[in-house]
């Protein structure tokens, strides 16, 4: 295998070409157009992410005269249960309304009744936040802007290591995921978009890539960040979704708002007080599932309007899903079970800490979407942080001078791909490999959870670790990139098990539940609490940060 | 073939109908979970321009030639050209090799489907804004001109620069116009010049102009010039009357000089020139026509299609014989004595003859033709500071030069080679050149090869024997007509519905997220997402 590398130079390196990417990128070319912005995109930018087509809400825009920033704040904190700083979601819920009509002006449809106003509905604690939005090719959208406007996009493309000039960023190298050549870029500033890590515990299911969310996400952000210093947060957050069995498709809100029934296992209804995901997990738990969707009462345009918005967004094979299950919505239930065990910064509180103008603890880097900890922030957090990161990032290649690649690093990289090429007769498939470590993570890290279990999660990824390079054969390169991706859940479920066993309390119920601390206890755990890397990876650090309030506010 | 691991008992939940599906690629391209792979079938693994071969036959055989000439055109302006004279690796990789030997006739389906819409202005191909970039291509053969085709969609201004009166290079300079007609090529060249790409004729760099100049006036140069010298022979007597050599004699005859030959003629060598030279000498009034050459029959380079043709229009091939000597009698060419060959290639396999000077033939002989060989001439960087040989090395894969902003492709970095093959090169300098431009890595994720080990489906297809190529029998002095003919519509559809259509994408790695891309980017529907089985 051909070990020279190719080499790039830019201004910005956007790490991870979905939504938050796609506009980062956008973003940077529009404050500087001269500058150069490179995207590394693990698969193909025009449908990669969680958005592989479009969505069917902007989930959080404080229009005006509907809500405020100031609420949206007030009610996440009541959702996040404090746990959240407020600076960033000030700026994020600030800017929301803006970024929606930036949408609009791209032709992106928001869909107004006959009185010319949009549709927003009540998915948090307090306020009306979340916008209807029914544009099924969102992410196609946003790819053609982003290359319009001369952005670099190198598909195929996976960061596998971030470099470092002294304490500030200077690049990344990249890997790609069909022929295993290597792309160094040097870099002023980077941004990292990549996602959670969605491909984390196994579903029920079984099917490696049955997950609710985007599968590729497989924590490359996080353990980019972790590795180049930067602190993380929020890995105790466990989230477990619920939503239709099986095919781990959403679809909650969008049915209950047009006055769809809950039902549980003994047909008590349970859509009148405020269902969500949490409290269905809750009663699941319990043994009176699975919950299901009922809407044969609806009449006829409901439910065409239902199927609309369902068969085309967001996961348009739910329409085949259903069909393939004889299920009707006129006549039929849709059954909804607990999604796998996930880590995330747009529906949870995973990820590389940022403030509120997306920068990161280490000089140069900066996090975006999922990757970043914005907590809860959903599609919305993901374009306006990723067009604050886009200005913060554009603001410092500009500011900062020149970098300089260090060679070694490069050449310790190169060493390091060369051993795993060598592993091509050893006796176990990546896939049987991961089947196994998502199975552990589902067993150990998925609540209710107790520091017996927490432990033995940590034993088996220090096992896995070390079996990632003794027994699991890489016989070409789709094994190969396949490793990384499976070293970064190891990782990933490390860090959760760490900070999970930390916090000595449950909080978030059911997610971050410990059967050993049922109890919340604010006086001691209302704060953050902070994973820094020490001098190899697997010694994970632990610290605390405290909630940052915006300023004048207890 | 055992199961691998547990994915292979995994069904593969992509559904692909392979009678609407034209094996395009797009699903491979757009599938974000690096699932979709195509299996290549062998026609397409062997044709140097990476052409969708089964894509076309398979469309001809639908009785959709205008889908068929848009799947060529992807890659290829020059149908007309490529459908008479390419090479064909495309036919020896054909799965019928293996079993009836009978290769589908891909380049006759190419041809046929040119006669199918030659009366009609090629669409434009959708362009690029100006990138206010200018290109300088040294060459217009075809290398330079699939180049500048490339580099012109890109948006990029090109200017193609040739020493000769008319653009064409060895197609309209040396291939004699019984295999490629000229109003083939001019035909074929008027798309370019509808795109912009500017022609200067007549101009030669090293001449004219300088590679000096062009290294600075322009953004980017390309090197295309192709092998327009003639190996000599280097005996008493070859620059004497009724001594004449191949490519000169080829493109005289092209200019409409050609030279008087007598009624007995020897060519001497055995390529493709030779070939040609052969042929053309009985065209200008040739009685009896001997082709001598070291080589046996098997071991000539010459294409074997060319060799067959030449053989029934009666030239007599005499292989195994060289060293030749001149005969004189005064003024007068008589003939020529040679050595018998015993060997062409020595133990290496370097060329290196070997004779038996006791066995001795004479060939009489009023008019002999050398044609050993091509080389460079050397004046491309006269006058300038750069170093021709230096300029024929390049980077393997980008095909950059040692200096920065020249390219070089074809005949002139590989050596003698086919048309098809220097189209290829021509292709890959221009991707070269564009990413040069535009700042992006050179040799970064050139290309992703299909999947090309996996079962052949051959239950697809018709058992009919391949088609009879309509051969032209040339009627003598002065009849330059083409040889080959076109076929039917009928004989197309039936040659074309032999295909076993031996390739298809798939869900190679069972990793599909059913996001369903693959789906929307289909051109013909034929792909279609099932939920995969364990969540269905």
Known sequence: MNTEHSFIDADVLIIGGGSAGAMAAIRAKEVNPDQKVVVFEKGQMKYSGCIARGMDAMNIVAIPDIATAELYVESNSIACEGIMDEPVNYKMAERSYEMMKKLESWDVCFPKDDNGD??????????????????????????????????????????????????????????NVRTGEMLVCRAKSVILSSGGTARFGLPDNGHLYGVYDFPGNTGDGYCLAYRAGAELSGFEYTLVYYIT???????????????????????????????????????????????????????EEKIKEIEEILFTTERPACERFHAGRDNDFRTGEIEMWPTEVYLCGGHGLTG??????????VPGLYAAGDTSLVARGHLSGALVIGEVAAESASEYAAGNGEVTLDDDQVESFKREL???????????????????????????????????????????????????KTMVRVANVHDLFKCFEVENIIQSATMCAIASKERKESRWSPWHYRTDYPEKNDAEWKKHIVLTCGSVPEDVKVSYKPIIKMEGRV | MGVSNMLESLSDNIVVDSDKCIF????????????????????????????????????????????????????????????????????????????????????????????????????????????????????????????????????????????????????????????????VVERELKLLQRMGIAFKCGIAIGEDMTMDELHADF????????????????????????????????????????????????????????VDVAQTAYRLGAESVQLVCLEHRDEMPAFDKAIFEALSENVELVGSWGNPRLEFDQKKLTGAHFEACTSVFDGDGCFNPSFDTSKNRFFEADTIIIAIGQKMDDILCTSSRFDQSSLTRVNAVTLQTSVEKIFAAGDFVSGPSSVVSAMAAGKEAAESINRYLNGVPMAYGRSYPGVTEFEVDRSFGSADRRLNLPHYQFKGKGDFSEIEAGVTREVARKEANRCHSCGLPFGQYRTCWFCLPCEVECPTEALWVDIPYLLR
Not at chain 2, 228 to 235: R, V
Not at chain 2, 236 to 242: A, K, L, P, S, W
């Open chain 1, 118 to 175: 949009y549709e927003v509905l009540k998915i948090h604690p307090k306020g009306r936040f979340c916008v209807t939005m029914k544009e099924p090719e969102l992410k196609a959208i946003l790819a053609n802007k982003a290359l319009d406007l001369g952005v670099l996009v190198m598909n195929r493309t996976m960061a596998v290591r971030l470099l470092k000039d002294g304490e500030r960023i200077s690049g990344a190298i990249g890997m």
């Open chain 2, 24 to 183: 395009c690629g797009n699903c491979v391209d757009k599938c974000i979970l690096d699932n979709l792979r195509m299996k290549l079938a062998s026609c397409r693994q062997a044709c140097p321009l990476e052409l969708n071969c089964q894509g076309y036959v398979q469309l001809i055989a639908r009785g959709e030639e205008a889908k068929a000439m848009e799947v060529v055109r992807e890659r290829l302006p020059f149908p007309g050209v490529l459908g008479r004279i390419c090479s064909q690796p495309c036919e020896d990789g054909c799965g019928h090799q293996d079993t009836d030997g009978e290769a589908v006739s891909i380049r006759a389906l190419k041809r046929y489907l040119d006669d199918q819409f030659k009366d009609q202005e090629p669409p434009r191909p959708e362009m690029k804004a100006d990138s206010g970039k200018r290109i300088a291509i040294v060459g217009s053969g075809p290398a330079g001109l699939i180049a500048a085709y490339d580099l012109a969609i890109q948006g990029h201004q090109v200017t193609v620069f040739d020493r000769e009166s008319a653009p064409g290079g060895m197609l309209r300079w040396s291939i004699p116009s019984f295999r490629l007609p000229q109003d």
């Open chain 1, 245 to 299: 069995k099986d095919i781990n498709a959403p679809l909650l809100y969008i049915t209950l708002t047009r006055g769809a029934t809950l039902l549980n296992a003994f047909d008590e209804r349970r859509d009148q007080d405020h269902p969500n995901p949490a409290k269905m997990l809750l009663e699941h738990m319990d043994g009176k599932g699975p919950i299901r969707i009922r809407m044969d009462h609806l009449p």
């Open chain 2, 219 to 274: 953004d980017a140069v390309l090197i295309a010039t192709g092998l327009w010298g003639c190996l000599k022979l280097g005996i008493d007597g070859e620059e004497r009357e009724g001594v004449l050599h191949g490519l000169p004699f080829l493109k005289a005859v092209r200019d409409n000089a050609a030279p008087a030959v007598g009624t007995k003629v020897v060519v001497i060598g055995g390529g493709n020139v030779a």
């Open chain 1, 352 to 361: 590389v800490r940022v403030n509120e103008n997306a920068e990161t603890n």
């Open chain 1, 418 to 468: 060369e051993t795993r090429l060598a592993q091509k007769n050893n006796p176990i498939a990546i896939e049987e490999f991961e089947f196994k470590v998502r199975r552990m993570i589902s067993d150990y890290l998925k609540p209710p959870k107790n520091e017996y279990k927490l432990d033995r999660a940590l034993w088996w990824m220090d096992r896995f670790r070390k079996e990632l």
